[in-house]
């Protein structure tokens, strides 16, 4: 069935109950990450992810989404009201979402966020939804060789990602590839690293791997920080004149429409991101107004664009994590783990097989920023507060929902000592400025790349990577990546 | 030269992946083939990571791949997230070892005994001893987080 004539029945299946408790539970839990800085979609997603074990994949898809996308508009109500934003992607909202509730606004700017946010997410979804079927022909020209190079120009998108710490990403690459070849090999029939463990057989698996190294490493890196959350000022006035922030995003249009256009374009972009797309976009409708003054004091203008673009990388970041199974970011990594965990390979050939699944997580996608913009925007003052809860308090809970949560996949104490041993590594790594994202792509990608590589070999040969068009059009692609990057990377290098 | 805490965990990931490239040799020539190539890469990587980090001065010709700082790096995002302290406030490894001690407990505990009765036990002693809260905070978290866990992991999920 063509992906556009299943819009609507997914669209049905989609509010089929409990579908929507699920999104509910999901936003929810978004939402409470997003507001607390330090943690975020990552964390929240990852949290989850074990619990949704137990659901078929339309429910763990719909939580898992609902809790991603309800984390970039509950990010800017802190923004705006404490000046901490609770996400990075909430950023640049601080710069004029704060002025604007010193000024007694905050209700204004909370409804500009609130509208650009949900708009944004449409205006991604939208787009995605739009793309989805070129790529799908785009796929079914795809054998072993355009799978070892896809993976391969995912993994040069660490480059990228890793361009103020060049070298560490790279290494951290290397782990995550190493990682990934640990256990039995189906291609070759060997046992590889198991040190003797059975349980290593399997290889590492990647849901405790990323529990360790998001949310029990945050966790800790939150309990040493000790006192609040947010270490700002309280926020004390009253919440009035959201219906002007809403309509102000219709009469700024205009810059909601730019700034959307940017932030579904950087989104498309693996490993560039959110944190990147909220300061171009305010940087784009700064440089291109006449009054450029007025901007960090107060423009409503400087919440609208900051906050479309954030909602509306989404759509675009699920582009390449769709299509070719690239993950581009952490929680783009995640949500594939989550697929695997539920038999469904990501890749390619997951768009042709499972089209339904793909709508409704575009769904979800959509009524969880409408929920999140909703509710967030109902109890804005109430979930400020959450972020004046002692950090001692918050970690502990973390680490138990962590430990349980990996525990409950596969009742595995295993599982739960890998989390240990990569929550020690994340910490690491997050404190000496190693990119955790290099690991987490090269271990999700590594197995694809490894055992495409050995079926081309057996298969067509070395010569197969160069004789097919799209595998070499892939393997060209990469190289004008990496040199693009690395040139980059040392002209600035240079003007240090 | 100067060995600080960056270039230990260099040293660290250095011999582990030292390790690994030394059992690749006991694999088959197809099994060991891309294994042993990103071992040797990253021993060759980390070896240049470790040379930046203990000898400066060694390493002029390699400043193109020392880290760098603008906006959307790690320590342009710190300071917008003034509990992200990784930057700027230097750890305490001795208390890092020592969450890790806890949880390494805890999960010992959670192996030979009942989790709803570990749980709680967890919160509070490690609330009040590690994170030096005052009893009654300590006990009322345990409490709560024991019923959540409890209607969560047994009611809801059916896991213990």
């Given at each position: 069935?063509?992906?556009?004539?299943?819009?609507?029945?997914?669209?049905?299946?989609?509010?089929?109950?409990?579908?929507?408790?699920?999104?509910?539970?999901?936003?929810?839990?978004?939402?409470?990450?997003?507001?607390?800085?330090?943690?975020?979609?990552?964390?929240?997603?990852?949290?989850?992810?074990?619990?949704?074990f137990g659901l078929e994949p339309r429910l763990a898809i719909t939580t898992l989404i609902g809790a991603s996308g309800a984390t970039a508009f509950s990010g800017s109500v802190t923004a705006i009201l404490i000046n901490t934003p609770g996400t990075a992607v909430n950023a640049a909202t601080c710069f004029?979402?704060?002025?604007?509730?010193?000024?007694?606004?905050?209700?204004?700017?909370?409804?500009?966020?609130?509208?650009?946010?949900?708009?944004?997410?449409?205006?991604?979804?939208?787009?995605?939804?739009?793309?989805?079927?070129?790529?799908?022909?785009?796929?079914?020209a795809f054998s072993y060789p355009e799978y070892f190079m896809l993976a391969i120009l995912g993994l040069s998108i660490i480059v990228v990602i890793s361009r103020e710490t060049l070298l560490k990403g790279f290494i951290a690459a290397i782990l995550g590839l190493l990682f990934s070849s640990f256990g039995?090999?189906?291609?070759?029939?060997?046992?590889?690293?198991?040190?003797?463990?059975?349980?290593?057989?399997?290889?590492?698996?990647?849901?405790?791997?990323?529990?360790?190294?998001?949310?029990?490493?945050?966790?800790?890196?939150?309990?040493?920080?000790?006192?609040?959350?947010?270490?700002?000022?309280?926020?004390?006035?009253?919440?009035?004149?959201?219906?002007?922030?809403?309509?102000?995003?219709?009469?700024?249009?205009?810059?909601?429409?730019?700034?959307?256009?940017?932030?579904?374009?950087?989104?498309?972009?693996?490993?560039?991101?959110?944190?990147?797309?909220?300061?171009?976009?305010?940087?784009?409708?700064?440089?291109?107004?006449?009054?450029?003054?007025?901007?960090?004091?107060?423009?409503?203008?400087?919440?609208?664009?900051?906050?479309?673009?954030?909602?509306?990388?989404?759509?675009?970041?699920?582009?390449?994590?769709?299509?070719?199974?690239?993950?581009?970011?952490?929680?783009?990594?995640?949500?594939?783990?989550?697929?695997?965990?539920?038999?469904?390979?990501?890749?390619?050939?997951?768009?042709?097989?499972?089209?339904?699944?793909?709508?409704?997580?575009?769904?979800?996608?959509?009524?969880?920023?409408?929920?999140?913009?909703?509710?967030?925007?109902?109890?804005?003052?109430?979930?400020?507060?959450?972020?004046?809860?002692?950090?001692?308090?918050?970690?502990?809970?973390?680490?138990?929902?962590?430990?349980?949560?990996?525990?409950?996949?596969?009742?595995?104490?295993?599982?739960?000592?890998?989390?240990?041993?990569?929550?020690?590594?994340?910490?690491?790594?997050?404190?000496?400025?190693?990119?955790?994202?290099?690991?987490?792509?090269?271990?999700?990608?590594?197995?694809?790349?490894?055992?495409?590589?050995?079926?081309?070999?057996?298969?067509?040969?070395?010569?197969?990577?160069?004789?097919?068009?799209?595998?070499?059009?892939?393997?060209?692609a990469t190289i004008v990546l990496l040199v693009f990057s690395l040139a980059k990377s040392k002209r600035e290098g240079e003007a240090v | 030269m100067r060995f600080k805490g960056d270039s230990v965990f260099s040293l660290c990931l250095l011999l582990f992946t030292a390790v690994l490239v030394f059992l690749?040799?006991?694999?088959?020539?197809?099994?060991?083939?891309?294994?042993?190539?990103?071992?040797?890469?990253?021993?060759?990587?980390?070896?240049?990571?470790?040379?930046?980090?203990?000898?400066?001065?060694?390493?002029?010709?390699?400043?193109?791949?020392?880290?760098?700082?603008?906006?959307?790096?790690?320590?342009?995002?710190?300071?917008?997230?003034?509990?992200?302290?990784?930057?700027?406030?230097?750890?305490?490894?001795?208390?890092?070892?020592?969450?890790?001690?806890?949880?390494?407990?805890?999960?010992?505990?959670?192996?030979?005994?009942?989790?709803?009765?570990?749980?709680?036990?967890?919160?509070?002693?490690?609330?009040?001893?590690?994170?030096?809260?005052?009893?009654?905070?300590?006990?009322?978290?345990?409490?709560?987080?024991?019923?959540?866990?409890?209607?969560?992991?047994?009611?809801?999920?059916?896991?213990?």
């Amino acid at each position: 069935m063509n992906l556009m004539e299943l819009i609507i029945p997914t669209f049905i299946d989609f509010f089929e109950w409990p579908g929507p408790l699920y999104l509910v539970l999901g936003a929810s839990v978004g939402m409470l990450f997003g507001i607390l800085p330090g943690l975020g979609g990552p964390q929240a997603v990852v949290l989850l992810l074990p619990l949704t074990f137990g659901l078929e994949p339309r429910l763990a898809i719909t939580t898992l989404i609902g809790a991603s996308g309800a984390t970039a508009f509950s990010g800017s109500v802190t923004a705006i009201l404490i000046n901490t934003p609770g996400t990075a992607v909430n950023a640049a909202t601080c710069f004029d979402g704060f002025p604007l509730a010193r000024q007694g606004k905050a209700g204004m700017a909370l409804g500009a966020s609130a509208t650009s946010s949900a708009l944004g997410a449409i205006f991604g979804a939208i787009i995605l939804t739009l793309v989805l079927p070129i790529g799908r022909k785009l796929v079914l020209a795809f054998s072993y060789p355009e799978y070892f190079m896809l993976a391969i120009l995912g993994l040069s998108i660490i480059v990228v990602i890793s361009r103020e710490t060049l070298l560490k990403g790279f290494i951290a690459a290397i782990l995550g590839l190493l990682f990934s070849s640990f256990g039995y090999c189906g291609i070759t029939g060997s046992v590889r690293f198991t040190f003797g463990l059975i349980y290593l057989w399997d290889g590492i698996k990647l849901v405790p791997a990323l529990i360790g190294l998001f949310a029990i490493a945050e966790a800790v890196d939150l309990f040493i920080g000790r006192g609040t959350i947010a270490r700002t000022e309280r926020f004390e006035g009253a919440i009035t004149g959201v219906f002007e922030g809403v309509k102000s995003v219709f009469k700024h249009f205009r810059v909601f429409l730019r700034s959307a256009i940017i932030g579904t374009i950087i989104g498309i972009i693996p490993g560039v991101g959110g944190s990147v797309s909220n300061f171009i976009a305010y940087a784009h409708i700064v440089q291109s107004s006449k009054d450029k003054e007025k901007f960090g004091h107060g423009d409503i203008r400087g919440v609208i664009a900051p906050e479309a673009a954030n909602d509306a990388k989404d759509g675009g970041a699920l582009i390449p994590t769709l299509i070719f199974g690239i993950p581009g970011s952490i929680v783009m990594a995640v949500l594939l783990g989550a697929l695997m965990i539920h038999g469904i390979e990501p890749g390619p050939r997951m768009m042709l097989d499972y089209p339904e699944l793909i709508l409704i997580l575009i769904w979800a996608l959509v009524f969880s920023n409408l929920f999140t913009s909703t509710v967030g925007l109902l109890l804005s003052l109430q979930l400020s507060k959450i972020t004046l809860i002692p950090t001692t308090i918050v970690a502990p809970v973390i680490f138990v929902l962590s430990i349980l949560g990996t525990y409950a996949l596969n009742k595995m104490f295993a599982d739960v000592v890998v989390v240990l041993i990569f929550g020690l590594l994340g910490f690491a790594m997050k404190r000496f400025d190693y990119p955790r994202i290099s690991l987490v792509i090269a271990l999700v990608l590594g197995g694809l790349a490894q055992k495409s590589f050995h079926q081309t070999i057996m298969a067509l040969g070395i010569k197969g990577f160069i004789i097919r068009p799209i595998s070499l059009g892939l393997l060209i692609a990469t190289i004008v990546l990496l040199v693009f990057s690395l040139a980059k990377s040392k002209r600035e290098g240079e003007a240090v | 030269m100067r060995f600080k805490g960056d270039s230990v965990f260099s040293l660290c990931l250095l011999l582990f992946t030292a390790v690994l490239v030394f059992l690749c040799f006991s694999y088959n020539p197809t099994a060991r083939l891309i294994p042993l190539v990103l071992g040797l890469l990253g021993l060759l990587l980390l070896s240049v990571q470790l040379l930046l980090e203990i000898s400066p001065a060694g390493s002029k010709n390699l400043m193109f791949l020392k880290d760098k700082g603008d906006i959307f790096s790690v320590q342009g995002k710190a300071q917008f997230y003034p509990s992200q302290t990784s930057t700027f406030v230097k750890i305490n490894w001795l208390q890092v070892l020592r969450i890790f001690t806890w949880l390494a407990v805890f999960v010992f505990f959670l192996y030979i005994t009942y989790p709803l009765v570990v749980i709680p036990l967890f919160i509070f002693f490690f609330l009040s001893v590690e994170g030096r809260e005052n009893w009654r905070r300590s006990l009322g978290l345990a409490a709560g987080t024991g019923v959540f866990m409890y209607l969560l992991f047994s009611l809801l999920l059916g896991i213990f």
